[in-house]
């Protein structure tokens, strides 16, 4: 089991930034992929962005040029800075981990969420 808890959302103007974090309950080392996901009201959740153990990344189209992923293995921890915030980025962002056994999925988990609210 991984508890995974997320914070660093809040309330920033159009063209702001802000740094989401993801703390992991234990080691993340082997834990790949892992992503931030996003659900604004009325609609599905998201993928934002991605990146394995190796450290490749991948991105929403939305999100390429402003969202940065990252992994501190040594600190469990993923972050995703978020720069040139605009207001359709306004979502509850949500940390996401999985664990594989070859290409079958072994488990799942999910942070609480953290909102972002971007005003214009």
């Known amino acids: 089991q991984v508890q995974l808890v997320e914070s660093g959302g809040g309330l920033v103007q159009a063209g702001g930034s802000l740094r989401l974090s993801c703390a992991a309950s234990?080691?993340?080392?082997?834990?790949?992929?892992v992503s931030w996901y996003r659900q604004a009201p009325g609609k599905q959740r998201d993928l934002v962005a991605t990146i394995t153990s190796g450290g490749s990344t991948n991105y929403a189209d939305s999100v390429k040029g402003r969202f940065t992923i990252s992994r501190d293995n040594a600190k469990n921890t993923v972050y995703l800075q978020m720069n040139s915030l605009k207001p359709e980025d306004t979502a509850v962002y949500y940390c996401n981990m999985r664990t594989y056994f070859s290409i079958t999925l072994v488990s799942e988990y999910w942070g609480q969420g953290t909102q972002v609210t971007v005003s214009s």
């Open positions: 234990r080691s993340i080392v082997n834990i790949s992929p």
